[in-house]
């Protein structure tokens, strides 16, 4: 499961769905994605902190951090050390948004190894 953190159109999220998806469900896995859509790192930051409370104070185990956009080392740095979470790669905006594309940005951002 994906719980976004970015604000864009491309990614549909559904409190409701996310909430049914977790009622009485063990061992969901999520993957966190952070992009920089908050209008100011602080919000960028303290809003992956508390996401990453949230799911872990309801038994998800989070598998990562993924970040999307533009690199941003000192607000990764914080919410990789502060929310305890491993950094697993970062997506570039794509544009076009097409699958060649993404399966490059992929390669490029992402070790494999870390989803197996």
Not at 2 to 26: M, P
Not at 77 to 84: D, E, T
Not at 96 to 114: H, K, M, S
């Amino acid at each position: 499961m994906f719980s976004g953190g970015s604000c864009n159109r491309r990614v549909r999220f559904s409190w409701a769905r996310l909430a049914a998806g977790l009622e009485g469900r063990e061992n969901v896995i999520t993957l966190r994605t952070c992009g920089k859509a908050l209008s100011c790192e602080g919000g960028l930051v303290n809003h992956s902190l508390l996401t990453l409370e949230a799911l872990r104070s309801r038994g998800v185990l989070v598998l990562g951090m993924a970040f999307i956009g533009d690199a941003n080392d000192s607000s990764e740095a914080a919410i990789v050390r502060f929310g305890r979470v491993r950094r697993l790669g970062r997506l570039p905006w794509l544009d076009p948004l097409t699958p060649q594309n993404q399966l490059t940005a992929f390669a490029g951002g992402f070790e494999t190894a870390d989803f197996v």
